[in-house]
């Protein structure tokens, strides 16, 4: 049965998503693409105009469901608890990942350092992330429930711890439960790692 060109449009993603996962955006080739999909080279052409495009079609496809995945917390709503809300995003993404290997694969290596108009890209979308964060972290001092600090730094921390829990999850698979690597990253921020006694210690040193 033939495919329409939506179908077909939908198979060639799915099969350049693998390659690049495979072998990155520089060792793969359009033709490991059409040799995998069982089309012919101008075929792919009808869809996509290079390896550029249709790499950048992915990145950008995925990028959007993450930021879907991450919504604002209200701290006026009084069906949902902040922390209740913050960890329902961090599920969300999390979940996204672990469901999306291959494409959280690109976004975590292939992607990075591409070039200069994808770094900007990238950084963009980090940079909209630290935006929410820093406006999370004024509405919760602002309500006593987060310490004053510098915002910006403890945001780039945060995205930090996130961006590596991702990595674990999806290049090193990790066994842990969505639920406690979500619930440890969040006892991490708001307990930290020092008991009383280490956190003394530290600012006796």
Same mark, same amino acid.
């Given at each position: ?9 939908? #198979? ?7 390659? =690049? ?40 496809? =995925?990028? #959007? @469901?993450?930021?879907? /995945? ?14 209740? #809300? ?9 979940? *996204?990942?672990?469901?999306? /290997? ?5 976004? *975590? ?15 963009? =979308? ?41 990595? #674990?999850?999806?290049? @090193? ?17 708001? =307990? ?7 956190? @003394?210690?530290? @600012?006796?040193?």
């Amino acid at each position: 049965m033939a495919m329409d060109r939506e179908q077909r449009r939908a #198979q060639i993603l799915t099969v350049a998503t693998a390659v =690049f996962a495979e072998k990155g955006y520089h060792d793969a080739r359009i033709d490991d693409i059409v040799v995998r999909a069982g089309i012919a080279r101008g075929t792919f052409y009808l869809y996509f105009e290079d390896k550029r495009a249709i790499f950048e079609h992915i990145v950008d496809g =995925f990028l #959007q @469901r993450l930021d879907d /995945a991450i919504r604002v917390i209200e701290l006026d709503d009084p069906k949902a608890k902040p922390s209740d #809300q913050l960890r329902d995003d961090l599920l969300r993404v999390v979940a *996204l990942f672990a469901a999306n /290997a291959q494409l959280a694969q690109i976004l *975590l290596s292939a992607a990075v350092g591409l070039d200069a108009d994808f770094d900007r890209k990238l950084l963009a =979308f980090y940079d909209a992330v630290t935006a929410l964060l820093m406006r999370a972290l004024t509405e919760g001092e602002a309500a006593g429930l987060i310490r004053p600090g510098n915002r910006a730094v403890r945001a780039y921390c945060v995205t930090g711890m996130l961006k590596e829990l991702l990595y #674990q999850i999806v290049l @090193r698979k990790t066994d842990a439960s969505h639920d406690e690597l979500v619930d440890t990253m969040l006892d991490l921020m708001a =307990f930290g790692l020092f008991t009383e006694v280490g956190a @003394r210690a530290l @600012r006796d040193a």
